[in-house]
């Protein structure tokens, strides 16, 4: 290696010759080396094309020079608390960077370029100039950003993106925000959200409608709603998110309406006319693939019962459909599941969803599978136990028996030698009556949902749950996402004065079959999905089978 004549830094000649994945330059010698040379780091630094992890902070460096894209396999650049004014627009180029740490500098502005980084995960721009970002539409694996101290008025537009499904954290603190987007609830994943220290005088009642959104800061703004402003300085995450999700339905029932007696009367017609429809495919359908799950006999002493249908295009993506789905099925798990005692319900993004699905029962300790919002595997008796400890911290913390989410249904488990569980070819995909694995969670980019849902007591409780399930998706909303006037033309559906057709749900079958291969139910079959029988129905359901029933 060579610099020009120059001395070659010990650190960088040391990852050469050990031929090193990582380079960590901080402090007042290196920053005096750079003062030495021009304010230029040594060139040799982008010639450790294998460098995966290069660390410069605490210096005066004022300028990185074009030549970082020579370093193509890095995949954390720390490049903190120095003099940055500007980065080059090569940045761009480094298309393995993971993690990238800018703060505590003098940028003002920061190439477009650097939205080109797909595999981006976490961002530190804290204490900047900055008051506008890169694109950040194609960041899909980006899960923390930090914008705090920076000179942000407004957040950007893109950043109410569902593109952005995994970000979890963002940190836009000690700003001067002065309003927010609404297309900020579109975000699926986010956890946290700091918005401390800004000007903002309103919060958008639909923020509640993130999912996952669990602390939201607003500490140091100027709000004008006193009942909010009050809970902010109590410092209460959760009845916060509870008053805007209050504010949320309320601000719903005031969109302007009709008040006409005429109108009211029209619209009460208009209920009358309209229909619902089912469209069901073939578990063999051309069009679609469906899956097929093989049951096995062990089954039968400990969770006999299971049917799953594919709910195909549902839209997830409009704003609070998640949310709303999600609610449904916590409502029906209450209320016609009788608190999971008769049957339980999970649903699994199907493209996460291997073949070869197996439903059967397992010693726990024999079982493993990563939780529902859990980051590691592990074994299903150790995850019981480790729950049952958090719940029994619960009860002493809350000094009351009565235990909320997952840990009410524990005891439902604690007399079973075995468990029951859904796996695919790679994985365990559910441990009912108790959880779902995250390799199939749902999001709002979801498109096709696999629905199972098992009992212990009867099958017919299962077809009765799915059938509610059913009834509720369209009561709100949660629909297959279709052009209905084509489907109208497609089908030669009835679209008149006296039956107009409102909303499709895509339905198709999925087969259970045994160890050996032979049919033991195709659901649903031409007997199930009777809503004709089904009292106090607000709007009539159809079912259209695309297939020969013959």
Known sequence: MTNSGKKIWPEVQKVHETKRYELILIGSEISKRIEDNDGMLDENIFKLKNLNFLEISRTKLATIPKQISFIENLTSFLC??????ELPAEIGLLKNLKNLDLSNNKIVRLPAEIGNLTELFTVNLSGNLLDSLFPLVKLSKLAVLDISRNNFKSLPDDLGSVQLEHLA?????????????QNLALLPSL???????????????????CVKLKDLLLKENKLKDNRLKKLVEQNKMKPIIEYLE???????????????????KKKIVDQANEYDLIKIYHCQDQQFISKEIMINESVNDVRPFILCVIFRSIDLETNGNLKKFLN??????????????LATIATHDLQNVGDKLCYGVEDPTKIELVPLGRKNPIEASEYFFKLMDEAEAERKAKKRNQLSGIYKYLS?????????????SETIISLPPLTNAEKTRMSQSTKDVLVEIT?????????????????????????????????????NLENNEEQKLRQIILVQQVKIVDSKSCLKNVYPSR??????EVANLSTEIKVLRMYDEN
């Open 80 to 85: 903190h608390s120095n003099e940055l004014v």
């Open 527 to 532: 007997v199930d999905f009777n809503f004709k």
């Open 191 to 209: 956890k946290l959200f700091n918005l401390e220290n800004n000007t903002l005088t309103n919060i958008p009642a639909n923020l509640s409608q």
């Open 412 to 424: 439902l488990l604690e007399k079973q030698e075995k468990f029951a569980f859904l796996q695919d």
């Open 169 to 181: 954290e963002l940190n836009a603190s000690f700003n001067q925000l002065e309003e927010l987007s």
């Open 455 to 491: 009992s212990s007591v009867s099958l017919e409780i299962c077809k009765k749950v799915m059938e509610k399930l059913i009834i509720g998706m369209f009561q709100v909303g949660i629909v297959s996402k279709l052009d209905l006037s084509q489907q109208v033309e497609d089908l």
């Open 246 to 264: 209050k504010t949320y339905v309320e601000e719903l029932k005031k969109k302007p309406q009709e008040k006409s007696k005429a109108s009211k």
């Open 328 to 341: 449904l099925q916590t409502k029906l798990h209450d209320e016609e599941c009788q608190k999971r005692t």
